[in-house]
């Protein structure tokens, strides 16, 4: 079944992918991003979880100057460090408006993978039926 294993052959569930379009500035990028319930970075005035997404994936989106930035703390395994991160005027998720967001930029880590970045999506933010729907 299309995008529900990573290895049909092995029976090995994949982690449900999201139809992700970003928008700024009247510019578009649709993505593939992982629903990955290990990011738990966040907007820090509002809360909401923040995709990160790879850099080359972005790159009609980037802010020209780095005013467009803010920065953001995170833990990974390999320990601690920053993000630089933007606002998107428009995020849509597997076709639901989501509105104005920020985004994390990421360096290019997700080769050959078949997604951009990853996104854990809270439950108030409708994950529960958009996973579902990535998953069909």
Not at 30 to 47: A, E, F, K, Q, V
Request: with cysteine.
């Amino acid at each position: 079944a299309r995008g529900r294993g990573l290895s049909a052959a092995r029976g090995v569930r994949a982690r449900p992918l999201l139809r992700v379009r970003l928008t700024r500035g009247g510019k578009t990028v649709t993505l593939r991003l992982l629903h990955d319930s290990g990011n738990l970075l966040t907007d820090p005035l509002t809360g909401e979880s923040v995709p990160v997404i790879g850099q080359s994936a972005l790159r009609a989106l980037l802010p020209e100057c780095e005013e467009g930035y803010i920065t953001l703390s995170c833990t990974t395994a390999g320990g601690s460090g920053v993000l630089r991160a933007f606002y998107c005027d428009s995020v849509r998720v597997n076709g639901r408006d989501l509105g104005r967001r920020l985004v994390a930029v990421s360096p290019d880590i997700y080769g050959d993978s078949g997604f951009q970045g990853v996104w854990r999506m809270e439950e108030q933010e409708g994950a529960h039926e958009l996973v579902q729907a990535a998953l069909e």
